[in-house]
């Protein structure tokens, strides 16, 4: 079973950056890549990028081109690097592992994703 662990949120202006990372550990069967999601007050939770077992990276149209995701395979840490941050970024942000197959990595949908951290908190203010 995997365990995974967000870091790195907090406070930051707009235009600010701010990296997270996703340390994982344990075993899956069923694990084909990362996402990193959001949910911020009163809306959904929302995908915002995710990295396949194969080193497919995708985002939601709403960070491109501002985030980056990659990983660290030595140190089994995923990281979604954040630049030119706006006041709607502000949210919880999760990582968890895709369980069901690697192609639906690119839809980032919370569905397919489990093994979900406690998240981490991102507040971008003026």
């Known amino acids: 079973q995997l365990q995974l662990v967000e870091s790195g949120g907090g406070l930051v202006q707009p235009g600010g950056s701010l990296t997270l990372s996703c340390e994982v550990s344990g075993f899956s069967p069923h694990y084909y890549g990362i996402g990193w999601f959001r949910q911020a007050p009163g809306k959904e939770r929302e995908g915002v990028s995710c990295?396949?077992?194969?080193?497919?990276?995708y985002y939601a149209d709403s960070v491109k081109p501002r985030f980056t995701i990659s990983r660290d395979n030595d140190k089994n840490t995923v990281y979604l690097q954040m630049t030119s941050l706006k006041p709607e970024d502000t949210a919880i942000y999760y990582c968890?592992?895709?369980?069901?197959?690697?192609?639906?990595?690119?839809?980032?949908?919370?569905?397919?994703?489990?093994?979900w951290g406690e998240g981490t908190q991102v507040t971008v203010f003026r």
């Open positions: 968890a592992a895709l369980e069901t197959v690697e192609s639906m990595c690119s839809w980032i949908l919370p569905a397919d994703f489990g093994a």
């Open positions: 990295i396949s077992k194969s080193g497919g990276t």
